[in-house]
């Protein structure tokens, strides 16, 4: 890059900055980073970690949407840091906070263990309606069956939607929206069977009921997974079950 | 995965079910009732003679079938529009739970107690 003799442009960014070992509660740090046009704000991170503060810590890898490491608040706005380009914030220092509603570990990087343990209480996994052995063949699907259920398999657990889940924040017991696109994923593949243990995992007031369908999650979304709809559709199945269960053997608990 | 414990069935479906079927009832109905009876109806415009006629409202109120589309109508209306009032008002910590509940859910029961009295007392 050609250094230009008149003064380079630079962009501030504000870092809220927590080092447990030091520091008794999280404060705002304030670094200048030269700016490009083409830059995201993750590239920016790097280069004050690389150039101004080795010390500061923050969670990255792909540098390209996929594998959900780098959420954070950028002005206040859960997004992932790597698809945010500082040119399409407004002008003037970028606020950047860790993710909202999680407990901080250090600087940037949150706490993620709640929300793994989630993800595992929904079997997120195929639960196979019967049993095939490898001589049957595998298990079909028709394109249709698979759009049944997709657009929910595109999660990257980036957790920007809890972030953005007000509910997540009052209650951080709240099943949430990640996990139920994932849950939605399953029970709406065709080749599954695991229907019911899965709404019996959610029918609880931590479960879906948590929801007030305030529709945050999907917006900040950056796969378009759209889990409020996930959340939805799983009120109208758990609603169903309420009276279904009665007509289940043994199913009303 | 003994480790999860599974939580306590949760009784909002009671409340959810008749806030689904009210808002799917006032989407579907809701503008052409404002249309027919807030604007329509005052203005005697479009309308026949008999429809502002007591006894013509009397006689649908009186069909057995006419009372079921009344009492839909009112009450699911009305559970709608409290589950959706109850959760604003909650995610703004409006009060206490119970209070706004008694507020919202209270005031669904009660007209929905009144609609089916007055159309009990309407007769057949």
């Known amino acids: 890059m050609p250094?230009?003799?008149?003064?380079?442009?630079?962009?501030?960014?504000?870092?809220?900055?927590?080092?447990?070992?030091?520091?008794?509660?999280?404060?705002?740090?304030?670094?200048?980073?030269?700016?490009?046009?083409?830059?995201?704000?993750?590239?920016?991170?790097?280069?004050?970690?690389?150039?101004?503060?080795?010390?500061?810590?923050?969670?990255?890898?792909?540098?390209?949407?996929?594998?959900?490491?780098?959420?954070?608040?950028?002005?206040?706005?859960?997004q992932l840091a790597c698809n945010t380009l500082l040119r399409n914030l407004p002008p003037g220092p970028v606020t950047i906070e860790p993710l909202n509603n999680f407990p901080i570990e250090r600087d940037l990087v949150v706490s993620v263990g709640d929300f793994v343990k989630k993800i595992e209480s929904i079997y997120p996994y195929i639960i196979p309606k019967e049993p095939k052995t490898v001589a049957e063949g595998p298990y079909l699907q028709t394109?249709?069956?698979?759009?049944?259920?997709?657009?929910?398999?595109?999660?990257?657990?980036?957790?920007?939607?809890?972030?953005?889940?007000?509910?997540?924040?009052?209650?951080?017991?709240?099943?949430?929206?990640?996990?139920?696109?994932?849950?939605?994923?399953?029970?709406?593949?065709?080749?599954?069977?695991?229907?019911?243990?899965?709404?019996?995992?959610?029918?609880?007031?931590?479960?879906?009921?948590?929801?007030?369908?305030?529709?945050?999650?999907?917006?900040?979304?950056p796969k378009q997974v759209d889990p409020a709809n996930a959340v939805n559709q799983n009120k109208t199945n758990s609603a169903f079950d309420f009276f279904l269960r009665f007509l289940r053997p043994g199913g009303a608990r | 995965m003994s480790q999860f414990v599974q939580e306590k069935r949760s009784i909002s479906p009671l409340f959810w079910l008749p806030f689904g079927a009210g808002g799917m009832l006032s989407a579907l109905f809701g503008p052409a009732l404002i249309l027919i009876t807030g604007i329509l109806a005052p203005t005697g415009f479009l309308l026949p003679q008999s429809f502002e006629s007591y006894d013509h409202a009397r006689a649908f109120a009186q069909n057995p079938l006419g009372k079921l589309v009344l009492l839909a109508i009112i009450a699911l209306f009305l559970w709608h529009g409290a589950e959706r009032i109850f959760l604003t008002l909650k995610d703004m910590k409006a009060g206490p739970l119970l209070n706004l509940?008694?507020?919202?859910?209270?005031?669904?029961?009660?007209?929905?107690?009144?609609?089916?009295?007055?159309?009990?007392?309407v007769g057949f």
């Not at chain 1, 972030?163 to 996990?179: L, V, Y």
Request: hydrophobic residues 40%; contains cysteine.
């Open chain 1, 3 to 78: 250094e230009a003799a008149t003064a380079v442009k630079t962009v501030e960014l504000k870092i809220l900055r927590y080092r447990p070992a030091s520091d008794e509660r999280p404060a705002f740090g304030s670094f200048k980073v030269p700016y490009t046009e083409d830059m995201s704000v993750l590239e920016a991170l790097q280069t004050i970690k690389d150039t101004l503060d080795g010390t500061l810590s923050f969670r990255w890898s792909c540098r390209m949407a996929v594998c959900g490491s780098c959420g954070m608040m950028i002005n206040g706005k859960p």
């Open chain 2, 101 to 121: 509940k008694y507020a919202t859910y209270g005031v669904a029961a009660a007209v929905t107690v009144v609609t089916v009295l007055l159309l009990l007392a």
């Open chain 1, 143 to 221: 394109p249709a069956q698979l759009a049944a259920y997709e657009s929910f398999s595109d999660c990257i657990n980036c957790m920007l939607c809890y972030a953005a889940c007000p509910q997540f924040g009052e209650n951080p017991n709240f099943i949430g929206p990640g996990a139920m696109a994932l849950l939605q994923r399953y029970n709406g593949d065709s080749r599954d069977g695991g229907q019911q243990k899965r709404l019996d995992t959610i029918h609880g007031e931590d479960g879906v009921w948590s929801c007030t369908a305030v529709g945050y999650c999907s917006e900040v979304c």
